[in-house]
């Protein structure tokens, strides 16, 4: 029998992006939305199903959703693209714009996917640091766009998973400076109170990402979507495969955007919570980075984060170990829960930093 030909030997070394999935009472990990989404979208959206043809495939260019989220952030359906997830979204702009030969950017710490994903698609990383509390000015991200020259620039904004937000002129700066595409990575965009969504033209080389998963409670239907100019809405659309949204999700994200009031009353909520959170923490032995997504940022002063983490799992408490990651040695990340969640919380943390 012959020997199985191996994968890519360039993929040998990579580590994926997996939280683990703990049995515990209280799961504070994966920022998703600690409720479900309004009981009256779950009943749209069983009765819609009622009325999609299975037998056939779906919208191919989910007009009516894009029309939709275009609507929604006063933009036109040709400048918005759908995929599954935001992830999905990262991958069609590598596999359009990167590959080998062009280089993408990135300011670590911050989200692993960009520099994963970048390289799955066979597209060099080029890495710059931001300064010790994380944040990053706009000389020293311009001096890396002018070094490198990339394909692609990512901003994550508030950034994951330190949740600061990029400041308005570190973006600017970087749109000015950047030979190609500038992806502003918004998935906790709602939580914050700036957005560089209304900076996208049709002349431009802004494109902005935003996934349903957080505000929207729907984590489970994997949705997400970028506006862009429309020449590289075009270009995506020729990329991504056909037929990639199925009828099922393009009708469970049009009929999101019906309660956007609702979800506006979850976000407010969250933020809310999320300062009760914050505040609560900076009376513990932890130092604390402030932010701008449905998330917090912290790192235990006299104990090892990667301990303190077992220590709350064995409570039943599971956060994010975020201690092997770049520059973030001994940090954890929670997850802004509801307030009984949270209380569970820290009266484990407090128990363990005890």
């Not at 992006?17 to 515990?24: G, K, L, R």
Request: with cysteine; hydrophobic share 45%.
């Amino acid at each position: 029998m012959s020997e199985r030909l191996p994968p890519r030997d360039d993929l040998a070394l990579m580590a994926g992006y997996h939280s683990p999935q703990v049995d515990v009472a209280v799961r504070l990990n994966t920022n998703e939305a600690p409720e479900p989404p309004p009981p009256a979208f779950i009943e749209a959206l069983q009765d819609e199903l009622g009325r999609v043809a299975f037998h056939r495939y779906p919208d191919r260019e989910a007009r009516e959703l894009r029309a939709a989220i275009g609507e929604l952030h006063g933009f036109r359906g040709e400048q918005v693209f759908a995929a599954n997830g935001s992830n999905e979204v990262l991958q069609t702009l590598l596999l359009t714009y990167g590959g080998p030969g062009r280089t993408v950017l990135v300011f670590e710490p911050t989200y692993a996917l960009h520099a994963h994903i970048a390289r799955i698609t066979g597209t060099p990383v080029a890495t710059a640091e931001r300064d010790e509390q994380f944040r990053l000015a706009p000389d020293t991200a311009v001096v890396a766009v002018r070094r490198v020259k990339p394909a692609i620039t990512f901003l994550c904004s508030p950034n994951n998973p330190t949740g600061l937000l990029e400041d308005a002129e570190t973006v600017a700066a970087v749109i000015a400076a950047a030979p190609g595409l500038v992806v502003v990575d918004e998935a906790y965009g709602q939580f914050a109170p700036r957005s560089s969504i209304g900076d996208v033209t049709d002349d431009g080389n802004l494109v902005v990402v935003r996934t349903f998963s957080k505000t929207w409670s729907m984590a489970a239907a994997r949705l997400g979507y970028c506006v862009a100019p429309a020449s590289v809405v075009a270009e995506l659309e020729q990329v991504v495969l056909p037929y990639h949204l199925d009828s099922v999700k393009q009708a469970a994200g049009r009929l999101a955007l019906r309660f956007e009031k609702e979800m506006d009353g979850r976000v407010a909520a969250l933020v809310e919570e999320r300062g009760r959170l914050a505040l609560a923490l900076a009376d513990l032995p932890v130092d604390v980075w402030p932010s701008g997504a449905n998330f917090i940022l912290f790192r235990p002063r006299a104990r090892d984060g990667a301990d303190v983490w077992q220590a709350l799992v064995d409570r039943s408490v599971l956060v994010r170990n975020c201690s092997a990651w770049p520059r973030l040695e001994g940090c954890l990340r929670v997850t802004v829960g509801t307030p009984e969640e949270d209380d569970a919380f820290l009266t484990a943390l407090r128990e363990v930093l005890a």
